[in-house]
T-cell receptor, first 118, second 111 residues
């Protein structure tokens, strides 16, 4: 199965600044997904990143606020720009690794970035 | 947007007891998956059940699927303190091939 290294694991940032989150996958994958999880809530898709093309954003998320890079098939970054306290959330990357186990295949997730904006 | 609802939102049990969590979804599916999240960290895939399956087991986990009711349940038998986590159901219903998650159940297992 794919393994994702996500950095940083947590950060406390001042409002108005930006934070870039990195995800490195140990194998080549076509699509990478970025999710936001607000405190006590479920996961919401921010955007899907394909190598060599613009990311596809979900309703309510815009490129100016959440620019994404996908320079190759193993790496992606998500930047949270001009942060406000409302951006305090856990941000996760994920790939459809389609690994097979006895329990069926699934998606692989990074360990998450816990962002607090003060 | 969330695929559906999970209940209960929170569940507190004693070690050794069974824990049952339910999930409902809105659209037709190819499969339904369950994930665990420890302390707001990354998600770990637990089990997948296909739309033509009614029940599936993996260790202490038992998942059922009722496509006529658009619902699924996750049973954890003989729970342990280490099972304390949030549990989410998810379907591959997103337009980008992404997962769509339920709201989750926060399970607390007391030793």
């Amino acid at each position: 199965s794919a393994v994702i290294s996500q950095k940083p694991s947590r950060d406390i940032c001042q409002r108005g600044t930006s934070l870039t989150i990195q995800c490195q996958v140990d194998s080549q994958v076509t699509m990478m997904f970025w999710y936001r999880q607000q405190p006590g809530q479920s996961l919401t898709l921010i955007a899907t990143a394909n190598q060599g093309s613009e990311a596809t954003y979900e309703s309510g998320f815009v490129i100016d606020k959440f620019p994404i890079s996908r320079p190759n098939l193993t790496f992606s970054t998500l930047t949270v720009s001009n942060m406000s306290p409302e951006d305090s959330s856990i941000y996760l990357c994920s790939v459809d690794a389609r690994f097979r186990t006895g329990a069926g295949y699934g998606y692989t997730f990074g360990s998450g970035t816990r962002l607090t904006v003060v | 947007s969330q695929q559906g609802e999970e209940d209960p939102q929170a569940l507190s049990i004693q070690e050794g007891e069974n824990a049952t969590m339910n999930c409902s979804y809105k659209t037709s599916i190819n499969n339904l998956q369950w994930y665990r999240q420890n302390s707001g960290r990354g998600l770990v895939h637990l089990i997948l059940i296909r739309s033509n399956e009614r029940e599936k087991h993996s260790g202490r986990l038992r998942v059922t699927l009722d496509t006529s009711k658009k619902s699924s349940s996750l049973l954890i038998t003989a729970s342990r303190a280490a099972d304390t986590a949030s549990y989410f159901c998810a379907t591959t219903g997103g337009s980008q091939g992404n997962l769509i998650f339920g709201k989750g159940t926060k399970l607390s297992v007391k030793p």
